[in-house]
């Protein structure tokens, strides 16, 4: 059994509760238990209000103690929160009554006077120590933490957390939380009166059980699995003259990074969102310029080291593709046979041998809307910054603008997508005379029947194995840009394939 972690902070004041309990929420996640003890008055229910308002985004959020309610839950925009408090409970069985056993699945929660009922809290959890420190204040406190069973390395990386923090200058920033994304990343800003970054939390950790060739889907296909591809990549976009965000403070044995703030200025407008064209130009504009550039394959990182980047292939994308039979197939009802599976992988196999054989480039990878940040101050394709690019690889040049112009999370409208790859096709015949476009167009469709294939799939994935449902309601959109792709000459087989044995996603 994994050994607790434990570690002191002192508390000057609420607003260093609320700085530590910010810390602490942006390494847990729903499934975890933070229990708070201490005296009558030593801030536990202070500590769990400021977590609570920290996830909520919203700092005049009401949060009342729950010692007459017992439980109060919080449906919060990560995950949901359960707030207990155990003081009056007299026997332990009353947990059941009020929802607390079984611990509910999916949700955070934090109680207070845990030790009303110790031999239902479980082995995994976090334990928060409360105790007055008066001498140094009225408001002043001392936390003891200490991490039991997975919450042990929990703990240890807080305590990592906040001595680059303190390291880098900002462990008396003010905290604000930052959506996430699919990944097993968070974000925070931190604000400080000459200006506000980024605080990046990238844990390493690997994506999946070690199923593919003995490695898991992060390895198999590529996937950063710690920090450090983020950097290397970062300083080589920036180097090309990509607007790259700038890296402030870094522990990459950690994963923590603070970077430059671009803000939240995006590419899209209005409800539903919808591309904004001179911005999606610009995005196009730049994969056109950095796709006609000779580019390293391998980058420095951290002075004398280097990063190489990973190839994107065959065997990767086949088991991206795999996704599709393995998670979105069985949740439509039409599971494949052992021969149509071989004939879908042998399909695949074929078709990829022209993207395989074209000219590699860097492959961002997740070139969309979410990850682009539009900076009106600055000229030509630096406009676009760019925010995620950890899993880039060395891929077809038509890879990038799929993702770009078949935005997963976005409509893109059929008439603008072909208006903006005539834009790209006509940027990189300026550049090369040689540019085939009707072999683009070719490899552009093979790449988003792969990619659009894949999300099926991924998106099933997310709500079934990771609770995140809200990805699902992209699938009717994936399905019609794969409709688009499917209609090119090249994919008749494919198409026929598709039409026999894949149905089409729920509305």
Avoid: C
């Amino acid at each position: 059994m994994t050994a607790p972690t434990t570690f002191s902070v002192a508390l000057a004041s609420e607003t260093a509760t609320a700085q530590l309990m910010a810390d602490l929420a942006l390494l847990v996640g729903p499934g975890d238990l933070i229990a708070l003890s201490g005296d009558l008055g030593a801030g536990k229910t202070a500590a769990a209000r400021a977590m609570i308002r920290y996830l909520a985004d919203d700092e005049a959020l009401e949060v009342p103690s729950p010692t007459f309610t017992l439980v109060q839950g919080y449906e919060l925009p990560p995950f949901p929160v359960l707030h207990a408090d155990l003081y009056r409970v007299e026997d332990e069985s009353e947990l059941e009554e009020i929802g607390l056993s079984p611990l509910p699945d999916g949700t955070l929660v934090l109680i207070e006077w845990p030790e009303r009922a110790p031999s239902a809290m479980p082995e995994d959890r976090i334990e928060i120590a409360l105790t007055h420190r008066p001498r140094l204040g009225s408001t002043a406190r001392a936390a003891d933490i200490t991490g039991y069973g997975k919450g042990a390395a929990q703990v240890a990386r807080l305590k990592a957390l906040r001595e680059f923090l303190d390291a880098s200058g900002y462990l008396d920033a003010a905290r604000r939380r930052m959506a996430g994304d699919a990944s097993t990343r968070s974000y925070a800003r931190l604000l400080r009166d000459d200006g506000t970054v980024i605080l990046m939390n990238f844990p390493q950790r690997p994506d999946g059980a070690a199923i593919y060739n003995g490695k898991s889907y992060s390895a198999a296909v590529h996937l950063a699995e710690n920090v450090k591809p983020f950097v290397a990549i970062d300083e080589g976009l920036r180097a090309q003259g990509i607007s790259a965000p700038a890296i402030h403070h870094a522990d990459l044995d950690h994963g923590f990074l603070i970077t430059e703030d671009f803000g939240s200025e995006g590419v899209i407008e209005g409800d539903p969102p919808r591309p904004l064209p001179e911005r999606y130009e610009a995005a196009i504009d730049l994969l056109a310029a950095l796709h006609a550039k000779m580019l390293p394959e391998t980058l420095p990182l951290a002075g004398e080291t280097t990063y190489a980047i990973p190839v994107f292939d065959t065997d990767a994308l086949l088991i991206e593709i795999g996704l599709m039979p393995e998670w979105y197939l069985p949740d439509r009802n039409a599971p494949l046979s052992d021969e149509a599976r071989a004939e879908f992988v042998a399909m695949w196999r074929e078709l990829l041998r022209k993207p395989m054989a074209a000219p590699k480039t860097w492959v961002l990878r997740d070139f969309h809307s979410p990850n682009m940040i539009w900076l009106a101050d600055r000229n030509g394709i630096a406009r676009v910054g760019v925010i995620d690019f950890q899993d880039t690889v060395l891929g077809p040049q038509s890879y990038d603008v799929v993702s770009l112009l078949q935005d997963a999370r976005i409509d893109v409208p059929e008439g603008l997508e072909l208006t903006l790859l005539s834009r790209y096709i006509k940027a990189r015949r300026v550049q090369d005379a040689s540019f085939d476009p009707a072999s683009f167009a070719e490899l552009y469709a093979i790449m988003s029947a792969q990619r659009n294939t894949r999300l099926l799939g991924t998106f099933a994935r997310l709500n079934r194995r990771d609770g995140k449902p809200h990805y699902l309601r992209h699938q009717p959109r994936i399905w019609t840009y794969l409709q688009r792709s499917l209609a090119h000459p090249a994919l008749t087989h494919l198409r026929d394939w598709y039409l026999a044995n894949v149905p089409p996603p729920q509305a």
